[in-house]
């Protein structure tokens, strides 16, 4: 028995020797350090192909795009417009103290790291884990990459593709640039991407104009937007956000960045309250499109300005815009019930306000809201001007020299035959259009016509200097050609327009003939690229003796015609009223020595396709002639635009007069002419001392115009009181005008 335990404890004994040296021979110094070398190899191999294998790619969808920047002409915000509020700013227009809180907020070693920081990326776990705020730990160039690179996934593979674009991305950028597009890319809150939207939407300050204060509460921001938002914080938001507020300035005074006593001075500076970003409500989305459309004219592609990145100073003036606004609630919106009455909510409005001396366009009324009516009543084209379009007749036939069928010089003093629907005699087209309410006046001057928009005079006078001659004039003075046929019935104005082509055709006559193009911009800047500016003013569309007669004719229908309504002693005042066919828009156009401005009123189907329809009716008033609501909104916008009136007054030098004389025709018109709508009779001027035959006044439910300018000695004032004939319709002609006379 002894040998044989001797013999298996031999062998147990062996066998645990065996198993013992098994171990320590697989388990060495010398294999485990190999092995750690080789995966230390394998890792690095594997790094090196990938940093082989990704190149730095093409910025990602977001990272580009940025809002457009409109502002009123004092540079105060209009509106931002674009997918994302953001500004792209250089690094220079960012104070150097804000540029270096960022660094020191986010990663004080920027300056000397190679782009990627280990002990970053491990603190930033821990601060996440322990409750100190959600951090990547990542540096700012890889915040930077990806931010402008890659997406906000939180893959392996994001991680791992931002690691490797982050060096490369070191190796070719400067540190400058890192950080500016590290400052333009990063999200603050408030739907704010980007220092420059992100200091407006919290201080209410452009980026140059932050304090060090401020700047350091917005890199403070970065770590977590929403919860240090100070004006949803919570208690400990606010704690935090201000520890890390002071955590940043004391980081800027161990770098050298910040003198200690300036620091310890420093007060935490509280953000504004978070204001609704300006949407495309009311009247800021029609100038919106009004500026778009300027850009696209000036050869900027829709394209590149939805885009985004444009900063665009408008020419509108903020106060006399919002008092253009308040003058078409007063005098329009207050008096409509668009629920209730039908025809009430069929009237648009629309109006352009213009510079005359260089062009700008100050104020603008599109309609009621950007977001209910998509098309600006101050631009659109698809309304007749009627008799607005009437000075540009006589500036014609003054600018040419025209003369009369009978030889007699065209001016102020020119007698016409006034007889409604009296046909015009020497053109090859038959035309002979009805006055309003068929009205006949006899042997009348052109003043006079003017004053109370007399068609058939106008329309002989179309045809005495040719209505091809009569058209060039009003495309030099700024018309559209658009449904514009060189044929007499051009007279009423039936061509197409907008309030902003008036506003340029009657600025020119308000500038002495010069021509003026209405422009919305004032600037337009892009870091690519700059707009470049409209030229306001050009060279003379007509002589400065035809446009200060025509100024001195519509005096006349401010101060005693069709827009007496305007007529005021607090400003010296131009205009022409219109009316179109049916009665489905009404113009005032008039002027000042400092502004011109055009007011329409259309009448507009609420039926899809919104086909034109009559506007008499408006507001329980009868017919909504030029000389009614437009003319009181202008008066009432000019007043206040001009801070209660103005001393200026018009500089007219010689005005033709014209030759005096009479023609063939009857003084009076047959009964069959009348019309039996909406008619009263019409009133007289006061007879002129030379007139042959005696003025006939007839009774007037309304009183005469308070001021009157005396007729011309050539005057002849018979009017016509013959009672209207109910039995004959009204002419339904195309082209009818039906201008408003005072006392309507």
Known sequence: MGRADARRGQVREARRAGRSGGIRGLFTWRKLLGTFFGFCLLVMGAFLALYVYVDVPAANATANKQSNVYKYSDGTLLARAGEVN?????????PEDVQKAFVAAENKTFYQDQGVDLKGTTRGLFNTLSGKGKQGGSTITQQYVKNYYLTQDPTISRKLKELVISLKVDQKMSKEDILAGYMNTAYYGRGASGVQAAAQAYYGVDAKDLSLSQGAYLASLLQAPSQYDWAAASPTGKKLVSERWGYTLDNMVEKGWLDASERAGMKFTIPQQPKAAP???????????????????????????????????????????????????????????????????????????VNPKNGEVVALYGGVS???????????????????FKPLVLASALENGSKTQDGRLIGLDTVYDGTSRRPVVGS????KPQNEDGRSYGDISVQTAMDRSVNSVFAQMVVDV????????????????KGFPAVPSITLGTMNASTWDMAGVFATLDNHGKKVNPHIIKSAEHRDRTAAPVDGTGGQAISRKTADTVTRSLTGVVDNGSGHEADTSAYDAAGKTGTSENNKAAWFAGYTPELTTVVALYGESAKAGGEQVTLTGTANSGRANGGGFPAKIWADYTLAALNGGSTATFDLEDVERGESGTTQAPTTAPAETQEPEETEPPETESPSPSSSAPVTQSPSTQPPPSRTTPPTPSESTTVPTEPVDPVDPPDERPGRDEDSLPGQ
Do not use: C
């Not at 629920?339 to 109006?351: H, I, L, S």
């Not at 090859?428 to 035309?431: A, E, K, R």
């Open 466 to 481: 040719s209505p091809t001659t009569v058209k060039q004039t009003a495309l030099d003075l700024g018309m559209p050609d």
């Open 279 to 353: 949407g495309m409500e009311g009247q800021t989305g029609y100038l919106v499109e009004a500026a778009n459309e300027e850009l696209e004219r000036q050869g900027i592609s829709e394209e590149a300005i939805e885009a985004g990145g444009w900063t665009i100073t408008l020419n509108i003036d903020k106060k006399r815009q919002k008092e253009l606004e308040k003058a078409v609630d007063r005098q329009l919106e207050s008096k409509l019930d668009r629920e209730g009455n039908r025809t009430d909510a069929t009237v648009q409005a629309g109006a352009t306000s």
């Open 370 to 388: 950007a977001t209910q009516h998509w098309i600006s009543n101050a631009t659109r084209q698809d309304y007749q001007p009627a008799s607005t």
């Open 428 to 431: 090859d087209i038959p035309f």
């Open 86 to 94: 953001r500004e792209i700013v250089d690094l220079a227009e960012v």
